[in-house]
């Protein structure tokens, strides 16, 4: 039942972020009480203008306009043709813009490229063993693989008891159980060395991993 569920929320997920890819931010929106982008957003704090930025899944394109409105030197990748265009309108007024269609298993960049590599709630492929060789490939010596993993609602309204419901289904629900298995389970070996930042917010905080290669 657990496996078959999971492949109804990935059918669900690739659809909403392929043919349905116009709803995307409507319905990040409306689970988040409109903080989505904003959760995304905070991942800045970890970048410079003086760094090579590297974004995996831009989506509809609000961390790389958020960051090409402060001139940073920022590549986002996407193997989604809708995201593409709909991203590429929204950045269309900056010049610098530079999105790639690619496959996350197949990234057309040099090695020892960039400083960050950052990825917003990214979908499982982040624990496979030849992704995380293929982003330590691309990262410059002490770079850092950057991750905003999932939300962890504290908060006792019911609409924090609903959300924490529905990020428990969707596997956004990160708890400190689930940070510390992840670490004790060694998910990250490619790395010399993976924490967790939790940045709390009202009633509720965001969970961001790094990696340092």
């Not at 972020?17 to 995304?40: E, L, P, R």
């Not at 960050?116 to 490939?137: D, G, H, N, W």
């Not at 967790?196 to 290669?213: P, W």
Request: charged share 20%.
């Amino acid at each position: 039942m657990g496996r078959l569920f999971q492949k109804m929320m990935s059918f669900l997920f690739f659809h909403l972020y392929h043919n349905f890819a116009w709803a995307y931010d409507i319905v990040a929106n409306v689970v988040s009480s409109g903080k989505w982008f904003d959760w995304g957003k905070s991942l800045s704090e970890f970048v410079s203008d003086d760094l090579t930025i590297l974004e995996l899944g831009f989506g509809t394109g609000h961390f790389q306009e958020h960051l090409l409105k402060n001139d940073f030197n920022i590549i986002g990748i996407d193997e989604s043709s809708s995201m593409a265009k709909i991203s590429r309108r929204r950045l269309k007024t900056y010049s610098h813009a530079r999105l790639v269609r690619a496959n996350v298993l197949n990234l057309p960049f040099l090695s020892n490229q960039f400083d960050r590599i950052i990825a917003i709630f990214p979908s499982e492929y982040v624990f496979l063993t030849v992704y995380q060789e293929e982003i330590c490939k691309l990262l410059k010596p002490d770079g850092c693989f950057i991750i905003l993993l999932g939300v962890e609602f504290t908060g006792n309204s019911i609409r924090d008891k609903i959300y924490r419901m529905i990020y428990s289904i969707t596997g956004q629900q990160i708890n400190p159980n689930i940070a510390r298995a992840i670490l004790d389970q060694n998910q990250f070996s490619r790395f010399k060395n993976v924490s967790f930042v939790d940045k709390k917010l009202n009633t509720h905080k965001l969970i961001i991993l790094i990696a340092e290669k």
